[in-house]
């Protein structure tokens, strides 16, 4: 009887290691968007060597082989041939960085949610205590980061079931060429595009008592508050100086939605109050805010995964 005991106590040891394993092996690896991954990229895209990012100079060709190195680290796949959307005016040539993650749904894959920032910058501004290096760290690095933090959460978590392009633009300082021929190619290869959100400076937070950040052409659809619902929070609120300004018109979202005819709207929590460096040699690294910039980009992931795992495209223009 005693053995009888003892085997079964064996089995039981046995069967609960097993299962252990089983249970390590098939659970993923989990992925905090931190303010130290942040600032690890933010402290080169914007630094010194990258000399103000300008398309068509040595510092955005290393700007854009960082980003490709972090697609390939994280598991980010070519959408085209190579990473690079190549694009020429005025005898300079541009590159657009594309990356893909896709679906996991087989009826929802062949639907793209559209996120990107611009990696391009000024080049030089008005010199100040002898330096005339405007880095760009909140124009734009931050969005591009917040683009690209975005991107190695869904593609260690799979959990998208829409496809998801990470889409980071060279010459928006230019008049929106990059993002004006990604948005061009994509309609010409008949991309079955549903949304874009364009990350546009988000390296600072708004006032206290403030919405967290605000969309470009709010009323243009339904997709703010569609967000804020996944949320559970007002992630992105009404700024009534957007219009004013015609933002909506000033960023990489515009070409998307005049070429694709779909929600396209550019997020920011810069407005204007908050931040005296817009095009200034002092837009530097060590002036952001990491831990809003964390804040914000964990916010978003709960509100992008319900908008795009929906079983309709429930986020649509309205009428003008």
């Known amino acids: 009887m005693k053995k009888i005991v003892l085997l079964l106590l064996l089995s039981l040891v046995a069967l609960s290691c097993s299962s252990g394993k089983k249970s ?35 510092g955005i060709e290393k700007a854009a082989q960082y980003i490709e190195n972090y697609f390939k680290e994280h598991n980010i796949k070519p959408y085209f041939e190579t990473y690079r959307d190549s694009f020429n005016f005025n005898s300079i040539t541009g590159y657009n960085i594309v990356g893909l993650i896709e679906g996991n749904d087989a009826n929802l894959k062949d639907e793209y949610i559209i996120l990107g920032g611009h990696y391009d910058h000024i080049g030089q501004g008005t010199e100040v205590n002898g330096d005339i290096i405007a880095n760009g760290a909140n124009d734009d690095a931050s969005g591009t980061i917040a683009a690209m933090e975005i991107g190695r959460y869904f593609s260690n978590s799979k959990s998208n079931k829409r496809s998801i392009l990470i889409t980071l633009y060279s010459a928006e300082e230019m008049g929106l060429r990059g993002s004006g021929h990604l948005a061009e190619r994509l309609k010409s290869i008949g991309l079955d595009a549903y949304t874009m959100i364009n990350f546009e400076m988000i390296g600072v937070p708004r006032a206290e008592g403030l919405a967290m950040a605000y969309m470009s052409g709010y009323e243009r659809s339904n997709f703010a508050p569609t967000l804020n619902r996944y949320a559970d929070d007002e992630v992105i609120g009404f700024f009534p100086k957007a219009k004013e300004f015609k933002l909506f018109f000033r960023s990489d979202n515009y070409p998307f939605f005049k070429e694709l005819n779909i929600p396209a709207h550019a997020i920011s929590t810069f407005d204007f109050t908050n931040y005296d460096y817009y095009h200034h040699v002092d837009d530097e690294a060590d002036k952001m805010d990491y831990g809003h910039m964390a804040k914000f980009i964990n916010k978003m992931l709960p509100a992008l995964e319900g908008m795009m795992n929906a079983a309709t495209k429930e986020v649509t223009l309205n009428d003008e």
């Open 24 to 58: 390590t092996s098939t659970n993923k690896k989990s992925v905090t968007i931190d303010a130290e991954s942040i600032k690890k990229s933010m402290e080169y895209l914007a630094s010194d060597e990258l000399a103000g990012r300008a398309t068509g100079t040595e």
